[in-house]
Nanobody
């Protein structure tokens, strides 16, 4: 079983920045094919950005130029640098393998953008 632990969320003003971390442990296959997801209240979970085993990245249009994904060190750690945050970025953020998500998902980390 794989355990995913997200951290780094918090309350930030519009225009601020946060750096999220995701630590994965357990039986991990293909850590370089991962993604960050988010779920806002009342909405379905959505993919924000993914990184393929080749290192190529794909961002949702709404975060292009503001968010950046990268992989550790340390080993099996995923990061999401979020700059110029907007109120609509408020959500619980999760990391997981993409595609073929591990189960169960982690608890996520809450990001709240508000003045």
């Amino acid at each position: 079983q794989v355990r995913l632990v997200e951290s780094g969320g918090g309350l930030v003003q519009p225009g601020g920045s946060l750096r999220l971390s995701c630590a994965a442990s357990g039986y991990i296959v293909g850590f370089k094919s991962m993604g960050w997801f988010r779920q806002a209240p009342g909405n379905a979970r959505e993919l924000v950005v993914r990184i393929a085993s080749s290192g190529s990245t794909t961002y949702a249009d709404s975060v292009k130029g503001r968010f950046a994904i990268d992989i550790g060190p340390p080993k099996n750690t995923l990061y999401l640098q979020m700059n110029n945050l907007r109120p609509e970025n408020t959500a619980v953020y999760y990391c997981n393998r993409w595609p073929n998500a591990y189960e169960p998902w982690g608890q996520g980390t809450q990001v709240t953008v508000s003045s």
